[in-house]
């Protein structure tokens, strides 16, 4: 009995010493952890903070332990940043990299980007160290913006190529094809008939490259004319008749008397031609096209209306862009250029303006133009006279 109580003791003495044991070799090891760890730094060096929030791309400040000391909010909107984690796996191994050598490094990368829509947002980035401190500064470009000006402006260099080369291969062709037929008659007189068409057609092009050229960039005007809104309407109107009584198509004005706009005649009646055009253009027989004009606080608006095709939501947003169209091959049959409602925006930006457009597949579109009030601005303000009666 003696025994197997001492047996007992000695057992239990053993397994207070194993886990005794145990418990100093993870404190040790733990202890060791910590000693390797790098000190936390709370604080960037002077003036750093200063210059990050004067910079307009995303910064990121990771100290030596890879945690993030600073972040813009651009950079946290992205979600490159999230707490006090990078967690964008390429930039963090990016990071550790430049601290270990201190070589600047520059990439692109795509990021998912869930706040603004589905598609990734691409990137360019430059990671760099500051200074000896451990400290690394990301910083990350939204490079998104200026791939679409790209693209758009590739779309528009293959664009008026196409353009200008059609009708110029045409009359090539044509002015062949006559000189074969010399001895039919019948036959010169329906190629130069197409030769007139191609050539008008290139002529429209140049024209409204000019127009666009001549307004694109342009300062918006200091001292415009007071332009009768009734006398631009009618004018565009006139434009278009005879195609729209050729498919029957109404022209209905209302609201036009006695508004008066602040601008340039000429190319206020380029912008409505090119809007009642469209819509004439693009609206099947027998319906009607509306012209309205109301005013709203100290602006005109003037709508157009349609009972036409309509236009997709999709492309909604890149009508405006130069020669892009929504049904090519419609829009070649009815003889545009591709170029008119880019046309309409830079001479509203020109003009203090704007066009906005509102459309429906199947139920038509309505595009408006907002313009200065005439009246509105020459109308005294409270404890004001007008120079007239200032005068008398």
């Given at each position: 009995?003696?025994?197997?109580?001492?047996?007992?003791?000695?057992?239990?003495?053993?397994?207070?010493?194993?886990?005794?044991?145990?418990?100093?070799?993870?404190?040790?090891?733990?202890?060791?952890?910590?000693?390797?760890?790098?000190?936390?730094?709370?604080?960037?060096?002077?003036?750093?903070?200063?210059?990050l929030?004067?910079?307009?791309?995303?910064?990121?400040?990771?100290?030596?332990?890879?945690?993030?000391?600073?972040?813009?909010?651009?950079a946290?909107?992205?979600?490159?940043?999230?707490?006090?984690?990078?967690?964008i796996?390429?930039l963090?191994?990016?990071?550790?990299?430049?601290?270990?050598?201190?070589?600047?490094?520059?990439?692109?990368?795509?990021?998912?980007?869930?706040k603004?829509?589905?598609?990734?947002t691409?990137?360019?980035?430059?990671?760099?160290?500051?200074?000896g401190?451990?400290?690394?500064?990301?910083?990350?470009?939204?490079?998104?913006?200026?791939?679409?000006?790209?693209?758009?402006?590739?779309?528009?260099?293959?664009?008026?190529?196409?353009?200008?080369?059609t009708?110029?291969?045409?009359?090539?062709?044509?002015?062949?094809?006559?000189?074969?037929?010399?001895d039919?008659?019948?036959?010169v007189?329906?190629?130069?008939?197409?030769?007139?068409?191609?050539?008008?057609?290139?002529?429209?092009?140049?024209?409204?490259?000019?127009?666009?050229?001549?307004?694109?960039?342009?300062?918006?005007?200091?001292?415009?004319?007071r332009?009768?809104?009734?006398?631009?309407?009618?004018?565009?109107?006139?434009?278009?008749?005879t195609?729209?009584?050729?498919?029957?198509?109404?022209?209905?004005?209302?609201?036009t008397?006695?508004?008066?706009?602040?601008g340039?005649?000429?190319?206020?009646?380029?912008a409505?031609?090119?809007?009642?055009?469209?819509?004439?253009?693009?609206?099947?027989?027998?319906?009607?096209?509306?012209?309205?004009?109301?005013?709203?606080?100290?602006?005109?608006?003037?709508?157009?209306?349609?009972?036409?095709?309509?236009i997709?939501?999709?492309?909604?947003?890149?009508?405006?862009?130069?020669?892009?169209?929504?049904?090519?091959?419609?829009?070649?049959?009815?003889?545009?250029?591709?170029?008119?409602?880019?046309?309409?925006?830079?001479?509203?930006?020109?003009?203090?303006?704007e066009?906005?457009?509102?459309?429906?597949?199947g139920s038509?579109?309505?595009?408006?133009?907002?313009l200065p009030?005439?009246?509105?601005?020459?109308?005294?303000?409270?404890?004001?006279?007008?120079?007239?009666?200032?005068?008398?």
């Amino acid at each position: 009995m003696q025994g197997e109580l001492l047996a007992a003791i000695a057992g239990l003495v053993g397994l207070v010493t194993g886990v005794a044991a145990g418990l100093a070799f993870r404190i040790s090891e733990s202890g060791g952890r910590r000693a390797q760890e790098p000190p936390r730094q709370t604080e960037l060096p002077a003036g750093i903070a200063e210059v990050l929030a004067a910079l307009p791309s995303s910064a990121v400040v990771l100290d030596p332990a890879d945690r993030v000391l600073r972040a813009s909010s651009a950079a946290r909107a992205y979600g490159i940043v999230r707490g006090e984690e990078l967690v964008i796996s390429d930039l963090l191994a990016l990071a550790r990299q430049v601290r270990r050598d201190g070589v600047i490094r520059e990439t692109e990368i795509e990021v998912a980007v869930r706040k603004f829509g589905p598609d990734s947002t691409s990137f360019a980035v430059r990671v760099a160290p500051l200074g000896g401190t451990g400290l690394v500064l990301v910083l990350a470009e939204d490079q998104t913006e200026r791939r679409r000006v790209e693209a758009v402006r590739r779309d528009f260099v293959a664009n008026i190529s196409h353009e200008l080369k059609t009708p110029v291969g045409a009359l090539s062709l044509l002015a062949e094809t006559i000189a074969d037929a010399s001895d039919d008659p019948e036959a010169v007189r329906r190629f130069t008939g197409r030769m007139q068409q191609e050539s008008a057609r290139l002529t429209s092009v140049i024209q409204d490259l000019i127009t666009l050229s001549r307004i694109q960039g342009a300062e918006p005007m200091a001292d415009p004319d007071r332009v009768p809104v009734e006398v631009v309407v009618d004018e565009a109107m006139d434009f278009v008749r005879t195609a729209a009584e050729t498919k029957e198509i109404e022209l209905v004005a209302s609201g036009t008397e006695g508004a008066v706009v602040l601008g340039d005649e000429g190319l206020l009646v380029t912008a409505m031609r090119n809007l009642v055009a469209n819509a004439v253009a693009y609206s099947p027989e027998r319906t009607r096209v509306s012209i309205s004009v109301e005013a709203a606080d100290d602006m005109v608006e003037i709508s157009v209306a349609d009972q036409g095709i309509g236009i997709p939501a999709q492309d909604l947003e890149r009508i405006f862009e130069r020669f892009y169209r929504v049904d090519a091959a419609r829009s070649r049959a009815t003889g545009g250029t591709g170029l008119g409602l880019a046309i309409v925006k830079h001479i509203m930006t020109h003009h203090r303006g704007e066009v906005t457009v509102w459309s429906k597949e199947g139920s038509g579109s309505t595009f408006t133009l907002r313009l200065p009030d005439a009246q509105t601005r020459e109308r005294p303000g409270p404890g004001e006279r007008s120079n007239q009666e200032a005068a008398q």
